[in-house]
């Protein structure tokens, strides 16, 4: 697939960004990110080894948008536990982690 990142035209395939990114490892995780095969990535480090650029010449916005065109799963800013969350049953955490009230005390 053709895709352009930073003003410069890459001919990309999910089984070269495969390869590419086989045996590098994660940096830690701040905001947007890519799951390639088991890893998760910063769309910025993926950036960086596909295009051997500074991350500081394209936008974490064109690699998500050319590893979303390619199958991959992107996601926009890490997966944190909402405060509070640690104590208490199985229901109350999963369901703050869903983002609902949490059960009703009867």
Known sequence: MRCV???????LTRT???????GVRPEPVTGASVTIGRRRYPVKQVGRVLTRQDPR??????????????G???????VAAPLGVGGGSALRTASALLGGPGPVAV
């Open 5 to 11: 990142i930073a003003r410069y035209p890459f001919e």
């Open 72 to 78: 991959f799963t992107c996601h926009d800013q890490s």
């Open 57 to 70: 010449d394209f936008t974490a916005g064109e690699v998500t948008r050319a590893m979303t065109r390619l």
């Open 16 to 22: 070269g960004v495969l390869d590419s990114m086989k």
